[in-house]
């Protein structure tokens, strides 16, 4: 995460937001039609959008105290929708069901339970929350409460004083379990009115899950060291802090899950990312998430061990998979996907520029296909390659493609303050297909060490590969003839064992499609465009 260091989220009054952002970021009417407030218009009539979705009469039943608000109607492409907007807190076990003509909206901060602390707390230990809905609370216990989210869900974020963003805090769970036939949608109003285009990104916060599980580069008042280190999500009064010592913490389920239009900015480099994971654990599951149009990171991961399948971001403006600060992350089947000519690096993978701090990280990325089609105007010189490795950190590779034509492929850097803490890399079965530099090396390393260390001509390692790749991501002659590591499974029992490297083994692997939202970079075959919504 080049643009965002440490999601230190500032958050602004209302009065400050026109200067907390771009022009379309802090003005969240943009779009042809209002939400209709009925406390102030009770007897207007709807106007129909020029769609088939017809508004439903009125909001579902909420368990949370304040249950879900009527905001009105809202009109686009799709139709006419019933806004039921939730409450800043979600303060019990609470549901939002598939209810045809609806669509929740997030507006604001919401939060999923109040932060249980550093360990979950006792009534010999109770924990006092900081954060602004729970202000005051003392908590002999974790709050524990989970937000359901029913499948084929529509959710919408709408910056108004502050950026819109769900909260899922420590001692707390989401269970957003979509299904291939009915995705659950997070995205912007803009998305819902129909102004978007293929370039539009930035337009709400996103979402955040807080964990227990280990981090580095303490950032909370009073955290100091790995007995307490802790980090802050954002800088305000009321933070969301994570952090812990438990790598097997469950923050939910997040499965055939789209986050559109996310990566809000508050100021320059203080941005959201589509999925934020802050000190997750094993028992955390996520599998198939599409980030699309991110403006910062696809998904970033802090601390914790995380666990991931089937991952698709398209169009991050900054990195499509950023990890650090001591993660110990394993990820199977990603199509990182960014715009030809834009993002950062495919893959930042570092301890957030704190060389030396501990635990290292460790993480293991396989079944991958990352492309960049062009030379990127965002890609600085402090990262120069589609996948930089730095910040103590050891990362393997692992029946990858990298398919960067204009671009140098791998960035290693051996740069540390103790002599001991230098960036390694282990790769097998991995292709690159890069400009004539192919990788960097910088500190201590130099190019020639970044290529002993990726192994070119071993473990079916090949540097100079020619891809063949169909519709943009799907394995073609080359690549199929390219053979799979035998042994993935003796690295973690987590991934699956395949027979082929990439991410898509051919035209009859198709778990992409369905679950997805198509746009110009990637087309997967399914039968929604990300600038619409779904109307079944």
């Known amino acids: 995460m080049n643009k965002f260091s ?122 006092v929350t900081t954060t602004a809905s729970c202000a005051s609370r003392s908590l002999t216990a974790d709050t524990n409460v989970t937000l359901t989210i029913d499948p084929g869900v529509i959710i919408y ?88 010592t438990d790598n097997t913490y469950n923050a939910g389920t997040m499965k055939y899950v789209q986050i559109r239009y996310s990566g809000y900015s508050l100021s320059p480099g203080i941005e959201l990312q589509s999925l934020t994971g802050e000190s997750l654990g094993s028992g955390t599951t996520l599998e198939y998430i599409q980030s699309v149009n991110s403006s910062d990171d696809g998904v970033e991961f802090f601390g914790g061990e995380v666990r991931m399948k089937h991952y698709i971001a398209v169009n991050a403006d900054d990195d499509s998979l950023d990890i650090d600060t001591g993660i110990k992350g394993f990820f199977q089947y990603l199509l990182l996907l960014q715009r030809s000519g834009g993002g950062d690096a495919l893959m930042e993978i570092d301890s957030n520029g704190n060389e030396d701090n501990a635990p290292r990280q460790t993480s293991t990325i396989a079944n991958f296909t990352a492309i960049q089609p062009a030379a990127s105007t965002n890609n600085d010189s402090n990262d120069q390659a589609a996948v930089l490795i730095r910040g103590n950190s050891d990362i393997t590779l692992v029946n990858g493609i990298i398919n960067t034509p204009a671009n140098e492929c791998i960035r290693l850097n051996g740069t540390t303050t103790n002599g001991s803490a230098q960036a390694t890399l282990k790769a097998y079965a991995t292709v690159l297909s890069c400009n004539a530099t192919k990788f960097l090396g910088t500190g201590t390393y130099n190019a020639a060490a970044v290529q ?85």
Request: glycine content about 14%; charged content about 10%.
């Open 6 to 127: 440490g999601l230190l989220l500032v958050g602004c009054s209302a009065l400050a937001l026109a200067g907390c952002g771009a022009d379309d970021i802090s003005s969240p009417g943009a779009g042809s039609v209002v939400v209709n407030n009925p406390s102030t218009t009770p007897t207007a009539t709807p106007t129909s959008g020029t769609g088939t979705v017809v508004a439903a009469a009125s909001c579902p039943a909420f368990n949370a105290t304040g249950g879900l608000t009527d905001s009105g109607t809202i009109s686009g492409p799709e139709g006419t929708w019933r806004v039921c907007t939730l409450p800043a807190l979600v303060n019990v076990n609470s549901s939002l069901p598939k209810v045809a003509g609806v669509v929740y909206r997030i507006n604001g901060r919401v939060d999923v339970g109040c932060d249980g602390g550093f360990t979950a707390p006792t009534a010999a230990a109770p924990r």
């Open 157 to 244: 974020g709408e910056n108004t004083s502050e950026a819109a963003w769900l909260a899922v805090n420590r001692g707390n769970k989401i269970n957003a379990v979509g299904t291939a036939a009915l995705p659950i949608i997070f995205t912007s109003r803009q998305n819902v009115v129909g102004s978007n285009s293929e370039t539009d990104m930035g337009q709400w916060g996103g979402v955040v899950l807080l964990g227990r599980g280990i981090t580095t580069d303490c950032t909370a008042a009073g955290s100091t060291s790995a007995n307490n280190c802790e980090r802050n999500t954002e800088g305000s009064v009321n933070p969301a802090v994570f952090g812990g």
């Open 452 to 536: 002993t260390q990726f192994g070119s001509g071993s473990n079916a390692n090949n540097d100079t590969f020619t891809s063949t790749l169909t519709s943009t991501f799907v394995n073609g002659t080359n690549e199929t003839g390219v053979v799979a590591y035998a042994n993935i499974q003796t690295i973690s029992t987590y991934f699956d064992k395949p027979t082929y490297i990439g991410a898509v083994s051919g035209a009859s692997d198709t778990w992409y499609r369905g679950w997805t939202c198509n746009t110009a970079t990637g087309a997967f075959g399914s039968t929604t465009a990300c600038t619409a919504l779904p109307t079944t």
